[in-house]
């Protein structure tokens, strides 16, 4: 049998029709309330918890039978779980599945922004592992909630804080919190905080469904998003000192691949697709050889390997948290 | 002569069928240093707690006068009201102090948290502010960024003051500030608190078992048993020559040294 071949026996998109307008009727709070997190009766859905049930629960409410997906993991779309997750819309919705930024209509993503600006008549779907930002800082959720509906931020302000008092500037990377049409604060689920300017006044509709902690949020297209700060120590994304080893694409977000066991490594974009798409118009990094898609020397590194070292057990694994970027350049402090 | 600062009548609170805090009034005005004292289960702490509106009471009522002279039900006032009096024109010392901060921030973010909850966005100006107060509460400026986890406890209830004096408050809270100290941390403690809340006009409404600590800080004292208010008056008045017999006995067994 074809492992593409449409399962029989389960309805389009696998949860039944109560489910999706219940899941729906969440996202549409979420939409009218920009930042807040809806509780909702998330079910149990065939991959465990920190796989992206929530997102997955969000894409099977939103889709429909003429929606083109895309699965991003890392950014790379042939990873274990964005691989898994294209496959069980494709049998069990039997929608059209793409890896083509441009081409999707419902993308949904884990760890990234797509580096491709988003349309309208696109959806950006996050799996949230930890959707609560103020979970480190105050472990009550009867406190939090009360912190989110009076507006009292300090606490998030006193984390940036301790990170600039111990580090010499805000060393939170990833998870980065932010200011949602100057209401709520928002964790914008683990994307590195290099895509949060992406998420403010995005022209597409951008939700968050958090499976395990059972909440669904939303930033509808052309929200002011902030990212919290000092006056003295604005929000920066970080730099990378080369651009992409294969498309050598600069401002984009790169990712380390080692090469070899005597420290030899590369920064490509981690974004694949962009990457692609660039060395097809022609684009050269100094690792890339004549064939568009095949880096020289030492064979081709297939896109199934170009996984980052450090990252390898994370992609197939339900951390819910990135382990550092060491790519990252050091950012540029006052 | 101004109106009092706060103002309770009648504050009552049971636990069941037992009375934690029976019918209690009181007066505190600007400046004033107000001691409650009282055996161990006597309501003290109940009464602290029902005035600073961390308990709700069963009966009474608790006003203050606000900033712009106007004086407001507390009990009435919306959530968000109460909690931004709380951490502006208030402050609450807590016996451990591993209640009043928080733990695993350091001495800096601990001073400076007030002020980022009510607006303050420059990192710079937040920290030489909570240098400024950790100086003047007698911790080393150089030991800002160290967790109050490595400070002792007489350390550890001067961060304490300093965070809670930071946004200048008018009305502190102390519950027991005191205790659990060794004698001379104590006296530096009180002789910090006493220099304070002359500095700065403060009110302060304190709780405590020590009488000493009431006769050396407080200017009136109220003396509680059974949840009830027993005996009241100025403080050298009421510790020199207590009417009731059970103030007698309280000031009896207090050890001479």
């Given at each position: ?334 | ?32 240093v107000?001691a ?9 702490s109940?009464?602290l ?42 402050g609450f010392i807590r016996q451990d102090a591993t209640q009043g901060l928080r733990m695993?921030v350091s001495a800096?973010?601990n001073v400076?948290e007030r ?15 909570a240098?400024?107060w950790l100086a003047r509460v007698e911790i080393d400026?150089?030991r800002?960024?160290d967790s109050p986890k490595t400070f002792s406890g007489g350390m550890r209830q001067r961060l304490q003051i300093a965070r809670n004096l930071v946004?200048?408050p008018?009305?502190v809270f102390m519950d027991e500030p005191t205790s659990g100290l060794d004698v001379s941390v104590q006296a530096r403690l009180l002789d910090l608190i006493r220099t304070l809340v002359?500095?700065?006009?403060l009110?302060v409404v304190i709780v405590t078992h020590d009488?000493a600590v009431?006769?050396l800080l ?40």
């Amino acid at each position: 049998m074809n492992e593409h071949a449409q399962a029989t026996g389960y309805n389009f998109a696998y949860l039944d029709e109560q489910t999706k307008r219940m899941i729906r009727r969440a996202i549409l709070k979420g939409i009218a309330i920009p930042g807040y997190q809806v509780p909702f009766a998330s079910r149990e859905m065939p991959m465990p918890y920190g796989w992206g049930t929530g997102g997955v629960q969000v894409t099977a409410a939103i889709l429909g039978p003429d929606d083109v997906l895309k699965v991003i993991d890392q950014g790379s779309d042939d990873t274990t779980n964005a691989v898994s997750i294209r496959k069980f819309f494709a049998r069990t919705a039997g929608v059209a599945t793409t890896t083509k930024t441009v081409e999707a209509t419902v993308i949904q993503t884990r760890h990234r922004v797509p580096e491709t600006a988003l349309r309208s008549d696109q959806v950006l779907v996050y799996q949230v592992p930890i959707p609560e930002p103020l979970r480190y800082l105050e472990p009550r959720e009867t406190e939090t909630r009360k912190l989110h509906a009076l507006g009292e931020y300090g606490l998030m302000h006193v984390k940036l804080y301790e990170d600039i008092a111990r580090h010499g500037h805000v060393a939170t990377t990833y998870a980065y919190p932010v200011e949602v049409a100057g209401r709520y604060v928002m964790d914008p689920s683990p994307v590195p905080k290099f895509d949060n300017p992406k998420i403010d006044d995005c022209e597409a509709l951008q939700l968050f469904g958090a499976g395990r902690e059972k909440r669904i949020y939303a930033v509808p297209p052309h929200t002011k998003v902030r990212s919290l700060d000092f006056e003295d120590h604005p929000f920066r994304v970080q730099t990378f000192k080369d651009p992409c080893a294969l498309c050598a694409a600069e401002g984009v977000y790169l990712d380390e691949v080692v090469l070899d066991d005597r420290g030899g490594r590369m920064f490509v974009c981690s974004d694949t697709d962009y990457c692609e798409e660039r060395r097809e118009a022609g684009h050269r990094g100094h690792l890339a050889g004549d064939d568009p898609l095949s880096p020289v020397g030492r064979g081709r590194v297939a896109e199934g390997d170009r996984v980052r070292e450090e990252h390898k057990s994370d992609s197939a694994s339900p951390s819910p948290r990135p382990s550092p970027h060491r790519g990252e350049g050091e950012e540029a402090l006052p | 002569m101004t109106s009092p600062l706060l103002t309770a009548r009648g504050l009552a609170k049971n636990y069941g069928p037992r009375a934690a805090c029976a019918d209690v009034s009181l007066d505190l005005y600007e400046g004033e240093v107000l001691a409650i004292v009282g055996e161990s289960g006597s309501g003290k702490s109940t009464l602290l707690g029902l005035l600073a509106t961390e308990t709700s009471p069963d009966a009474g009522e608790v006003h203050y006068r606000f900033r712009d002279d106007e004086v407001r039900d507390l009990l009435t006032l919306g959530e968000a009201e109460r909690r931004l009096l709380m951490r502006t024109d208030w402050g609450f010392i807590r016996q451990d102090a591993t209640q009043g901060l928080r733990m695993p921030v350091s001495a800096g973010g601990n001073v400076g948290e007030r002020l980022m909850a009510v607006g303050a966005r420059h990192y710079g100006n937040i920290r030489a502010t909570a240098e400024d107060w950790l100086a003047r509460v007698e911790i080393d400026p150089g030991r800002i960024d160290d967790s109050p986890k490595t400070f002792s406890g007489g350390m550890r209830q001067r961060l304490q003051i300093a965070r809670n004096l930071v946004t200048q408050p008018r009305l502190v809270f102390m519950d027991e500030p005191t205790s659990g100290l060794d004698v001379s941390v104590q006296a530096r403690l009180l002789d910090l608190i006493r220099t304070l809340v002359a500095e700065l006009g403060l009110a302060v409404v304190i709780v405590t078992h020590d009488l000493a600590v009431a006769r050396l800080l407080s200017h009136r004292m109220m003396v509680m048993k059974g949840g009830r208010v027993i005996e009241t008056g100025l403080t050298d008045q009421v510790l020199d020559d207590p009417r009731e017999p059970y103030t007698q006995l309280l000031v009896s067994s207090v050890l001479a040294a």
